[in-house]
């Protein structure tokens, strides 16, 4: 069999795309290695189809982190058998193509976001530089190159004049067969419960709206699973407004354990807001995790999601994230039984079409040509 490596940076745990992608590459006769690294507060997961490495680094953060990790990837690619080599995101893509080169073998990039417009580079012009120059040295030498939607592959096309796909990041088709019951699962039957859920809740991500939003809603709970950088400032905000009982925190969960609670939320949230390129071109996981577990949405704005909402009509738009406009929406939506009830409906009709099995014909594509 031919072999593969799949490197990410992250620590594996709840990178659905990636474990979708690996999957995939096994279905198409690839044996499977996928590499990332492991954090302090790594969630241990079930061992999985293909085999997976983590490794141990000595630094989690900032530029001593980045620079070990692509330097010990550097190694593992090199002294290992491979036959192809999928990177995923720019943060891994320098030393998998400097091997690709060496050993003159096929590449496949798949670039998770439009990663020089995250906020975090915003008020750090050297680490900007730094990752612009990697990008605009390899990207137009790539041959294959994927993205999450049509906005990030135009940006690119216009950048480097390179055809880019797109592969978005929608769950699998989902048999929904046993779902554990709100009591199983802690929450009050009582209460509608509202959910945030997320790998990355950190800055300008309307969190902080949503949770002043809560002193406006009555007879319910918000649940915000994940993590992220603002997470102590958000339980600092539920103190300080006095909404413990309102807002319950859970750690980031495996995606099984997380879709329990998904499927018995009454409303899901996804509110970017347009301060960054990244942002303002953004289709959140979270929305096909929405609709693939049935329930309305809420969102912000933005293109690529409001042609989701638009298209499928599963939801509705907030015109701002001002905190007593998003409790408007949220009361009326509530409030309308028969409208939620046909947004289920169709979230449900969505989650046929929008299928990781379908989207993933573009991948197979190139994938096939190297078996």
Wanted: net charge positive; charged share 25%.
């Amino acid at each position: 069999m031919k072999k593969v490596i799949v490197s990410v940076i992250n620590d594996l745990s709840t990178d659905q795309r990636v474990d979708k992608v690996c999957t995939t590459l096994m279905k198409c006769g690839y044996e499977v290695l996928l590499v990332g690294r492991r954090k302090k507060d790594s969630l241990t997961f079930k061992p999985r189809l293909y085999k997976t490495e983590r490794m141990n680094l000595l630094f989690e953060k900032e530029i001593f982190f980045y620079a070990e990790y692509n330097f010990r990837l550097l190694f593992l690619l090199l002294f290992r058998k491979v036959d192809l080599l999928v990177s995923n995101d720019l943060d891994t893509l320098l030393p998998n193509y400097i091997v690709s080169k060496l050993k003159k073998i096929p590449l496949v990039y798949d670039s998770h976001e439009y990663f020089t417009g995250v906020p975090e580079l915003e008020h750090n012009q050297f680490a900007r530089k730094v990752w612009t120059k990697i990008e605009k040295f390899i990207f137009p030498k790539l041959k294959h190159v994927f993205t999450v939607n049509q906005s990030i592959a135009n940006i690119y096309n216009k950048q480097y004049n390179i055809d880019v796909k797109i592969v978005r990041n929608i769950p699998l088709k989902r048999e929904i067969t046993v779902i554990k019951k709100k009591e199983e699962l802690g929450l009050p039957l009582d209460k509608k419960i509202l959910i945030y859920q997320g790998a990355g809740i950190n800055i300008d991500r309307g969190t902080e709206e949503l949770i002043r939003s809560m002193q406006y809603i009555d007879n319910s709970i918000l649940l915000i699973i994940g993590s992220g950088d603002v997470i102590d400032t958000l339980k600092k905000d539920v103190n300080d407004l006095n909404l413990t009982e309102k807002v319950i925190f859970i750690n980031k969960l495996p995606y099984g354990e997380l879709f329990n609670f998904t499927a018995n939320a009454d409303l899901g949230f996804t509110l970017d807001k347009d301060t960054n390129i990244n942002y303002r071109f953004s289709l959140p996981n979270k929305i096909f995790d929405y609709i693939h577990a049935g329930i309305p949405i809420l969102a912000s704005d933005l293109v690529e999601v409001r042609n989701i909402i638009e298209e499928y009509k599963v939801g509705e738009l907030i015109q701002t994230h001002e905190p007593h406009h998003i409790a408007d929406k949220i009361n009326s939506m509530l409030n309308n039984t028969d409208m939620l009830k046909q947004y289920r409906e169709n979230a449900v009709k969505a989650a046929a079409i929008l299928c990781w099995e379908t989207e993933a014909q573009e991948l197979i594509k190139v994938y096939m040509k190297y078996v």
